[in-house]
């Protein structure tokens, strides 16, 4: 409970902009905590993730969600959907810009999209900061000044956490004033524990694939077991994939590839479930999944 309940904030914050701009980076790196997974492949982000950052005059409830985009699919049109109901819901939308990046007709199209949501105030967010000069990230702010009025601009780096605390301490001043915390302090995310390692397991399954693939991976859970007397928890997963040439990819010659994968994840999910894992996992094809409202169903999109 906040010590002066007259001064706390707490509420809702979506990050928005092009996929790969560096949205889940910086939800994590405000958070303290892993919530959302991160590749340099676009599109990564399939759910509106939440994560919690606890401060001390208030709460931030961040939505990471999947990036704008023009759909080639119905998967691609379903997130889109999922955008749009969540932005009608936040306090504060924050855009994210890379400061290497020209601003270009996504950026555009987005910020447009903006005026959809009078409610919401508007923060312009220019990132990747440590990757680019001063001169390069002057250019850009001036650019995105330019772009609609924003209530803040920021410029940070959310890989080495430089400015911020101060795109903290922005975005709670513009939430609402509430008179108790909306999350218990102990929770970093809403998100389930079983959803939470499926989307590890898709981030290891993203590393080094072709950029067609990894739109064509969805990761389900079948079960979560610990094991009786020991200090170990059996997990079994599926990574679907839309055609028979792509399970060969993500098996690799002789499942060198797939033990990679598993590795990866292991070593990401041990650490959240705080003991040994046995990880399990099953190559299935989905025939063009992502075009298809049954298996998008039983995916759970």
Known sequence: MPDDQNDYRAGFVSFVGRPNVGKSTLTNAIVGEKVAITSSKPQTTRRAIRGIAHRADGQLIIVDTPGIHRPRTLLGERLNSLVQSTLGDVDVIGMCFPASEPIGPGDRFISEQLNDFPRAKKVAIVTKID?????????????????????????????????????????????????????????????????????????????????????????????????????????????????????????????????????RARAQIEPLLGSKVFLSLRVKVAKDWQRDPKQLGKLGF
Not at 167 to 181: A, C, D, H, I, Y
Not at 238 to 243: K, Y
């Open 131 to 263: 990757a680019s000069s001063k001169q390069k990230v002057g250019e850009q702010l001036l650019a995105v000044s330019r772009l609609r009025e924003w209530d803040a601009v920021i410029p940070l780096s959310a890989i080495t956490g430089e400015q911020v605390d101060i795109l903290v301490r922005e975005l709670m001043k513009l939430l609402p004033l509430s008179e108790q915390p909306l999350y218990p302090e102990e929770t970093v995310t809403d998100e389930t524990t079983s959803d939470r390692i499926a989307e590890l397991i898709r981030e290891a399954a993203l590393e080094g694939v072709s950029d067609e693939l990894p739109h064509s991976i969805a990761v389900t859970i079948d079960d979560l077991v610990p094991r009786d007397g020991q200090d170990i928890v059996d997990v079994y997963a599926n990574i679907f994939v839309e055609r028979d040439s792509q399970k060969g990819i993500i098996i690799g010659k002789a499942g060198s590839r797939l033990a990679d994968v598993g590795a």
